[in-house]
């Protein structure tokens, strides 16, 4: 009874075997994506949180980098302030002229806070420009390479003297120096002082091209000026 | 009421363009915001609410802008003159049309105000700058009125089914 239980189970086993292993397949595959799936999601999920992870500790490590640039631009104005005590005040720069004909930055500073009309405006750098404007909380500073500005500038260490006037462009021309005038690629440029707006001495630019070709009496020179007024942030007003 | 809201948009989209122009190194990406409002104001709601419009307008452009008192008033004043007279004969039937019409009060702008300068001044350094500025102005002030027609135009049905 027993042996031909076996039999028949062993018959039944048999024919189970090829039937187990067709139905297990299709089903071990469904598995296989099951568990791929559940890989999968765990992996997406993983990914996702390492991903929002990444980008937090990237936007921290830009913040960082900014802050630093910050500190050491509000480091050197400080230096720059602590070397004449009482004669600036500090502003940022909030805004730029609405059109690209004139180069014209908006202060965050206005009458409120002391500042007048013609007051010059300076960096660590050099020289910006002047007031031009003054509302009760905002100023517009006329920039040096606005087609209206005009100052008086030296040749450091040289007698030569001469009108930078803006032309809208990134660089300005220095005008009404005559061919004989000591000038040449290279020098460097301060306020002379003698326009009654910008006070001696300050930094200007650097003249880049001295042309004595050109017809007439006057040199034709380009002058490149120390300050990026596309990348102002803080600037200094100089009280008179 | 239709004009104060649209008049407040200009106003509000020139302070944004103010603040986000030192952030950006382009000087040609400096479109006019203002008088393609001006243009929408005076076109389809009316020349009288198109004056209010064009006086606030200039007024505003000329605070956030270094220009001498007065100038960017009269210029946008011409501008919607010309609108003005222009509305009686021309119909603005879709968005690409009134982006001709924005490109070229942007080139009667720059030209009006370079004759300003001229006269005014009796100077030519700021006329070469505007005429530098002027074609790129024009096509990115074009491009600018279209995304602008499209949205105060939607703001325009949204409101006018309301009422």
């Known amino acids: ?240 | 009421m239709r004009t104060a809201l649209y008049t407040f948009i200009a106003i509000l989209l020139l302070l944004i363009e103010t603040v986000i122009s030192p952030h950006v190194s382009l000087d040609v990406l400096k479109p006019e915001l203002g008088i393609p409002v001006m243009l929408y104001v005076t076109f389809f709601l009316g020349a009288g609410p198109g004056l209010a419009s064009a006086v606030c307008i200039g007024l505003a452009e000329e605070g956030l802008s270094g220009a001498p008192n007065g100038s960017l008033l009269f210029v946008t004043i011409v501008i919607y003159l010309i609108a003005a007279v222009m509305r009686r004969k021309y119909f603005v039937d879709s968005k690409y049309t009134f982006a001709y019409f924005s490109s070229g009060s942007v080139i009667v702008q720059s030209g009006l105000f370079a004759a300003l300068t001229f006269f005014a001044h009796g100077e030519t350094r700021g006329i070469l700058n505007i005429a530098f500025y002027m074609v790129p102005n024009a096509i990115i002030t074009g491009f600018a009125s279209i995304l602008l027609f499209s949205f105060i135009d939607r703001l325009n049905n949204i409101l006018l089914e309301k009422s």
């Open chain 1, 1 to 240: 009874m027993a042996r031909s239980y076996s039999t028949v189970k062993a018959g039944f086993s048999s024919v189970f075997g090829p039937v187990l292993s067709v139905v297990s397949k299709p089903i071990s595959s469904v598995g296989g994506i099951f568990d791929s799936y559940f890989n999968v999601v765990g992996a997406k999920k993983e990914n996702k949180e390492l991903r929002e992870k990444y980008e937090k500790l990237y936007v921290e490590n830009q913040k960082l980098v900014e802050t630093e640039r910050e500190n050491v631009r509000l480091r050197k104005l400080l230096e720059f302030v602590q070397k004449r005590p009482n004669t600036m005040i500090a502003a940022s720069v909030v805004g730029e002229d609405l059109k690209n004909w004139f180069r014209c930055v908006i202060i965050d500073k206005g009458s409120k806070h002391n500042i007048r009309q013609k007051m010059p405006v300076v960096t660590p750098k050099g020289i910006v420009g002047q007031v031009v404007e003054v509302d009760l909380w905002h100023a517009k500073v006329m920039v040096l390479n606005d087609t209206n500005s005009s100052v008086d500038v030296s040749v450091e260490g040289k007698n030569t003297r001469g009108l930078l006037e803006g032309t809208g462009q990134n660089t300005v021309k220095m005008k009404y120096v005559t061919k004989n005038d000591d000038i040449e690629i290279g020098d460097k440029l301060v306020t002379s002082g003698k326009d009654g707006i910008y006070p001696k001495g300050i930094p200007v630019g650097i003249v880049i091209t001295v042309n004595k070709n050109k017809a007439g009496i006057f040199t034709d020179i380009d002058v490149m000026p120390y300050n990026n007024f596309r990348q102002l942030d803080e600037v200094l007003l100089v009280r008179k």
